[in-house]
């Protein structure tokens, strides 16, 4: 069962001059949950992770770490919390597991625990078989992964991952994200940055949307679009289908719109997995011809333009090439 919140921010900001960097932004992070900053370069999400791992001073507000004042008591809250920056924070001319060696010296590990959690760690990324190859000789997918091991080191409570996933091509991006999946599963807290939609809805339980330093919006894929009032689209393709199954299907719960033109039946509706059983059932019974079924459901991209009338792809890099882990919508 999750506990209170692991992360307590308030009303924080941080100016860099006229700039608003991080404008009076407010949010918690539950135990034991993945959540994620979604917002285009510049959003502010690099800047709040900042002031939670001591790097950055607010100019005001608070910042919370499992309880501990981030300013006021920065060395607590640092052996609390593990790091995956932006840029890759390795030696390139040290091993992987001599960069781990001075990682887990600087983070305070014990000598008697250490050589065996750097083995445990390069077994759970994947990479035990180049323990003893330097750094400069790593794909930068391989690189991040070696990160991602030094920032669990010292048994954090939170791991902080900033856009872990960029320049990389999918099948590692796949194999990244599959890796915060297990960590979570094993009761690590994830806070985890990203300009990919697709990483925000395969990987996080609740979503942040920030964009010009302000945050717009928080909670879960399905509380974000019902925000919007989006609505998922269920087109079915058939023969045999007339006017009396619109009839019989605009009375139901959640059916806000139901229509039927050229052998394509769509229905807008609220809650699709109440209304696609018992439509199914009914077209089957009635012996009609089913070539088709499509759902098309609400995603961030919807939410995202709503609230700030532009669109996150357009304001982020490259999309990913393909589905995150071969995420389903």
């Known amino acids: 069962m999750r506990e209170g919140p692991v992360i307590e921010v308030k009303n924080l900001v941080k100016r860099y ?9 407010s ?19 690099t800047t709040t992770i900042g002031v939670l791992s001591c790097l950055v ?24 919390i593990g790091v995956v920056p932006q840029e890759i924070a390795l030696y390139p001319t040290l091993s992987a597991r001599d960069n781990m060696l001075f990682w887990g010296r600087m983070y305070g590990v014990a000598e008697a625990e250490l050589a065996g959690r750097i083995d445990e760690l ?102 974000l679009t019902a925000l919007v009032g989006a609505e998922s689209v269920i087109t079915v393709r058939a023969d045999g289908m007339d006017a009396s199954l619109v009839n019989w299907l605009e009375p139901l719960e959640g059916v806000s719109d139901a229509a039927l033109g050229d052998g394509d039946l769509t229905v807008s509706v609220t809650t699709g997995s109440n209304v696609l059983p018992p439509l199914v059932e009914r077209l089957t019974s009635s012996g009609t011809s089913i070539h088709s079924i499509d759902v098309d459901v609400p995603n961030l991209e919807g939410v995202f333009l709503h609230l700030t009338g532009k669109s996150l792809r ?16």
């Open 27 to 45: 949010f918690e992070v539950e135990r034991g949950e993945i959540f994620g900053l979604l917002g285009p370069n510049g959003a502010g999400k």
């Open 122 to 223: 390069l077994e759970v990324v994947q990479l035990a078989g180049r323990a003893r190859d330097r750094i400069d000789t790593f794909s930068g997918g391989m690189k991040r992964r070696v990160n991602i091991a030094v920032g669990l080191l010292h048994r954090p409570e939170v791991l902080f991952l900033d856009e872990p996933t960029v320049g990389i091509d999918p099948q590692t991006r796949r194999s990244i994200l599959e890796l915060v999946k297990d960590l979570n599963d094993q009761g690590l807290t994830v806070l985890y940055t990203t300009h990919y939609l697709e990483e925000a809805e395969f990987l996080c339980d609740r979503i942040g949307i920030m964009d010009e330093g302000r945050m717009l919006a928080v909670g879960t894929k399905s509380e």
């Open 57 to 80: 001073k607010p100019t005001s507000g608070s910042a919370k770490v499992a309880g501990i004042d981030v300013t006021r008591d920065s060395l607590g809250a640092r052996s609390r």
């Open 17 to 25: 001059g006229e700039l608003a960097a991080v404008d009076a932004v």
């Open 314 to 329: 357009d304001e982020a890099d490259e999309a990913p090439a393909e589905d995150p882990a071969g995420a389903k919508p």
